[in-house]
């Protein structure tokens, strides 16, 4: 359980270092709308019990997690 909290962590860093790179592109949201359609296909076709996609499952729900967070925090950011 500690071990998936820190991949999830781990991801959500990197996810936002990605956005934060992103940033100076047209289109930085993109970054986020691709992570986030690929954490839902890995969702849709886990098969369950299978050890190697719950990995990359955890990977890429924290990097669309930190991607998204990064992005809020930037707009509300602007905003204020």
Known sequence: MFSTI??????????????HEARENRCPW????VLAVLFLALTLL???????FAI?????????????LYG???CVRRNV
């Open 56 to 68: 990359w499952w955890a990977v890429t729900g924290g990097l669309a997690a930190g991607s998204l």
């Open 46 to 52: 886990k098969p369950p019990g299978q050890e190697f």
């Open 6 to 19: 820190l991949i999830v962590l781990i991801g959500c860093a990197i996810g936002a270092y990605i956005r």
């Open 72 to 74: 809020a925090v930037t």
């Open 30 to 33: 993109l970054v986020t709308a």
